[in-house]
């Protein structure tokens, strides 16, 4: 496929609200869209499930982030709500390297504002969020559904939509070739729990760096990252001793 870009990566993470202005359309028509999606796009979840258990999260993740980056600068976003999402988005990165890294990401969607340019598209990421959270915290098999809506809201919200779709489209197809779901909706049972501790850590720059997959850079990414935001004083994060309590396999924030 002919790239837009020498660097397609680079050019979604620069769409801000202050390189590209708000100019889609908002309304609570439109935010029904994006809050209700179950079965509605069956071609898109079927791709999704391809893609494997740690690598859905960071594939929700690298979503967010797109979504809050399009959306900051604006005069809307207090300090406060950007330190909050920015702990959000690390503590999903870390999640996909290992989910146990993470408590729930709770977010009290009654009390915030759904309204506006700005306020709902981060009222559906951050609920997203937390529905994600919810499912890798219960070890749930059905982690995909709750990629499907922020997958959504990330190529509306794009000013770019021809770079978006390119980029989404590599990158699922790549997703599922390094890191493939493991597991069949359509003919395994899904009851009970998934062990994902096998799986291999899965970090950022496989979603926005266009260098091959290697398992070692992998690893060394997965270790700078972890360093990084261990004592940034994210309250989404747990502690080493809390991570060993609930049987994390090895020594936390290393690997």
Not at 47 to 59: P, V
Not at 101 to 110: A, E, F, G, I, T
Not at 131 to 152: A, R
Request: hydrophobic share 35%; with cysteine.
């Amino acid at each position: 496929m002919e790239r837009l870009s020498d660097n397609i990566e680079n050019d979604l993470l620069n769409l801000n609200s202050i390189s590209h202005p708000i100019d889609y359309k908002w309304s609570d028509k439109i935010l029904g869209k994006f809050a209700n999606t179950t079965d509605k796009h069956p071609r898109l979840e079927n791709a999704l499930c391809k893609i494997g258990y740690k690598a859905s999260i960071g594939l929700g993740a690298s979503m967010s982030e797109l979504i809050f980056r399009r959306l900051n600068g604006s005069q809307e976003l207090t300090d406060e709500m950007i330190q909050d999402i920015k702990y959000r988005l690390d503590a999903m990165w870390i999640s996909s390297i290992d989910p146990l890294y993470v408590y729930l990401l709770r977010y009290n969607s009654r009390k915030e504002s759904s309204e506006g340019e700005i306020h709902g598209p981060l009222w559906i990421m951050l609920s997203d969020i937390e529905l994600l959270s919810f499912k890798f915290n219960e070890k749930s098999y059905y982690i995909h559904e709750h990629i499907v809506g922020i997958s959504l809201l990330s190529e509306y919200l794009s000013p770019q939509k021809k770079i978006f779709r390119e980029w989404f489209t590599n990158i699922l197809k790549k997703a599922s070739e390094v890191y493939p779901c493991s597991y069949d909706y359509d003919n395994d049972d899904l009851d009970g729990k998934y062990d994902y501790s096998n799986e291999p850590p899965v970090f950022r720059e496989f979603f926005f760096g266009s260098e091959p997959y290697d398992e070692e850079v992998a690893k060394q990414k997965a270790r700078e990252f972890m360093q990084s935001v261990k004592d940034s004083g994210n309250p989404y994060l747990r502690s080493p001793e809390e991570m060993i309590e609930l049987g994390f396999k090895g020594t936390p924030y290393t690997i």
